[in-house]
């Protein structure tokens, strides 16, 4: 059974980090793409920041570059995202899912086949 667990959400001052762990079960991360989305209340499921079967190769929305940080360890099974310097706007729920075996990073959320439950990030003073 392919499931995916999010972690690591919680709530952080302005300039605050965090880092979110997806851990996933039931299949071998190695031959995926993973990506992580967010979701505000009233607004659009956003992509994020992905990361190919073949790293380093990453992704990043423009709102995120230089602040938030993906990466993935096949041994643990699981991708990362180092969330840096982060503002009021980053608040949001945070999901990871998988991409079809052996295909690469897409924005569209229609892409991804398996969805973690998500973690909420809350970026206040």
């Known amino acids: 059974q392919v499931q995916l667990v999010e972690s690591g959400g919680g709530l952080v001052q302005p300039g605050g980090s965090l880092r979110l762990s997806c851990a996933a079960s039931g299949f071998a991360l190695d031959y995926y793409p993973i990506g992580w989305f967010r979701q505000a209340p009233g607004k659009e499921r956003e992509a994020v920041s992905c990361?190919?079967?073949?790293?380093?190769?990453?992704e990043y929305a423009d709102s995120v570059k230089g602040r938030f940080t993906i990466s993935r360890d096949n041994a643990k099974n699981t991708v990362y995202l180092q969330m840096n310097s982060l503002q009021p706007e980053d608040t949001a729920v945070y999901l990871c899912a998988i991409g079809p075996r052996g295909s690469i990073c897409l924005s569209n959320p229609l892409h991804y086949n398996y969805w973690g439950q998500g973690t909420q990030v809350t970026v206040s003073s």
């Open positions: 990361i190919n079967i073949e790293a380093p190769s990453t």
